[in-house]
């Protein structure tokens, strides 16, 4: 055997560990290479289904998050409806209450001013149905001195007449009734005709001469030829005027709200009444009313 020198076998060691070395260093770079390949195909391949993940994911979130903000909105609404309703009908009451106030006012001052005539305070309970018959019910009747035919009126004017009367209550003809009439004079002309329902709003003046001067706004007092209403109760006002043949056609606005009855007085006895000038002068203490007392009273104040 041909024996090696030590020089030759130490070049010959250091090129086989620097040919080991180039070798391993090609197997790692070929190894890295096809392991980095692999992960960017596969995050090429995952990358579309986590895009796809995280839009569904965040569109069911705020469609979530939207829902229980409009369930919250909506909840909201209904709370302020509400309150806005219940805020309406305190108004609504409200209004009412002074508008009650009002009227009870009238009648406190009207009765003061009259406290030496007899009469008797009523509330409406009922009203007829039909357009044939103009009627009205009372809560008082003969227990309290009410009667057949006796006058019922407002602070305002004449209203009617009692047609029937019962132990609890009574029936009262409105003038607007076709069958109703009252004696009547014009207060300018002094002229005495009747005044009666045409089954409308409006009345109307009846037997009144071509030739008489009637003029539009005159007011139309009681005559207290019917020996029903006392004198110079007021009755209404002419609102317009048309010749006829042989008597003048005289329409006749009435002086009482006769569509809005809520209280009324009947008239026991024919005295005399004294009655507001103007519908202003109606919130004005009466003649018996101290200075300091305001013009509407609670409902305990005035008891019909």
Do not use: C
């Not at 705020?62 to 309703?85: K, M, P």
């Amino acid at each position: 055997m041909v024996s090696i020198p030590s020089r030759h076998k130490s070049l010959a060691l250091l090129a086989g560990v620097l040919l080991a070395q180039v070798l391993l260093l090609a197997v790692q770079i070929k190894r890295d290479s096809r392991g980095r390949l692999i992960r960017v195909w596969a995050v090429s391949t995952v990358t579309p289904f986590e895009r796809a993940g995280a839009w569904s994911v965040r569109k069911v979130r705020g469609v979530w998050q939207h829902y229980f903000a409009l369930q919250s909105t909506a909840r909201e609404n209904e709370t302020l409806r509400i309150e806005n309703d219940a805020l309406r009908l305190s108004i609504s009451q409200l209004q009412t209450k002074a508008a009650e106030a009002d009227r009870l006012g009238a009648l406190l001052n009207f009765k003061a001013a009259n406290e030496k005539v007899a009469m008797v305070g009523a509330r409406v309970i009922g009203a007829s149905a039909g357009t044939a018959s103009r009627t009205i019910e009372i809560d008082r009747g003969e227990r309290d001195g009410i009667h057949r035919n006796q006058p019922v009126i407002t602070p305002d004017g004449a209203v009617g007449k009692v047609i029937e009367a019962y132990r609890d209550s009574a029936q009262v003809l409105v003038l607007t009734d076709k069958d109703s009439g009252i004696g009547a004079m014009l207060v300018e002309s002094r002229i005495q005709s009747p005044v009666g329902g045409t089954g409308e709003p409006m009345l109307a003046m009846k037997y009144v001469p071509t030739d008489e001067t009637v003029n539009v706004g005159e007011k139309i007092v009681t005559s207290g030829m019917d020996k029903i209403f006392p004198r110079d109760v007021p009755v209404g006002t002419v609102v317009e005027v048309k010749p006829g043949n042989p008597f003048k056609q005289i329409r006749v606005k009435p002086a009482a709200k006769l569509d809005r009855l809520e209280e009324v007085f009947v008239l026991l006895t024919q005295e005399p009444l004294e009655f507001q000038k103007d519908a202003e002068a109606q919130s004005a203490p009466g003649p018996n009313v101290p200075a300091g007392t305001p013009a509407t009273a609670p409902p305990a104040a005035v008891k019909p």
